[in-house]
C-alpha cells in the first residue's frame, strides 16, 4: 500500500486573533440568581478586543450559569422555585450529604445546568438580546466565594 502525502499551505486575510483570560470571584448570600452581565461586560471592555466569542466558565459543582430574562425577577424565581420542586433537598435516597441537606441537590442542579457559557460580541458589545442577562446561579443555602474564568478570542 502506498501512503499519499499531501502538503496545504494557506495564508490568512484574517486579522491575528487573541487570547485573553480573566479570572474574577462573586460573593454570593445563599440560593438565588446574581446578575454577572456588567461584569463581563466590563471584562470585554477591558480587553480592547472589538469582535469575536468570550466564554464565561464556573469553576465550581454545585452553582451553574444561566442566561435569563433579565427585565422580570419573577421568571428567575419561578425558575428556581422549579428546580427545588424538582430537586428538593433533604431527599432521604441522596448519601452525599457531607456538606449538609443541600450538598447533593447543588450538585444534580447544577450537571442539569450548565457550567459555561458562550457569547459572540461585535464592535465591543455583547450580542446578547434585549431582555437576556447572564447569572451565576447558586446552589447551596450557604454564603459562598464563587471563581469565574472568562475566556475571550477576538480581534
Not at 484574517?14 to 466590563?42: A, C, V, W
Not at 441537606?101 to 457569547?119: F, G, N, Q, V, W
Amino acid at each position: 500500500m502506498k501512503a499519499i502525502q499531501s502538503v496545504h499551505q494557506t495564508t490568512s486575510l484574517l486579522p491575528k486573533m487573541k487570547i485573553q483570560h480573566t479570572e474574577f470571584h462573586i460573593e454570593t448570600n445563599g440560593q438565588g440568581t446574581y446578575e454577572i452581565s456588567d461584569k463581563i461586560r466590563s471584562v470585554l471592555k477591558s480587553s480592547g478586543l472589538e469582535n469575536g466569542t468570550l466564554n464565561v466558565f464556573c469553576r465550581h459543582t454545585s452553582c451553574s450559569l444561566v442566561l435569563m430574562e433579565n427585565a422580570d425577577p419573577s421568571a428567575r424565581h419561578d425558575l428556581e422555585n422549579y428546580l427545588n420542586r424538582l430537586v428538593p433537598d433533604n431527599d432521604p435516597h441522596f448519601t452525599h450529604t457531607y456538606e449538609g441537606p443541600d450538598d447533593m441537590p447543588s450538585h444534580i442542579k447544577t450537571a442539569l445546568t450548565r457550567s459555561s457559557e458562550s457569547i459572540p460580541f461585535t464592535k465591543g458589545n455583547l450580542l446578547l438580546g434585549t431582555w437576556q442577562g447572564l447569572f451565576l446561579w447558586e446552589h447551596r443555602i450557604q454564603t459562598h466565594t464563587r471563581h469565574l474564568v472568562v475566556s475571550i478570542v477576538g480581534e
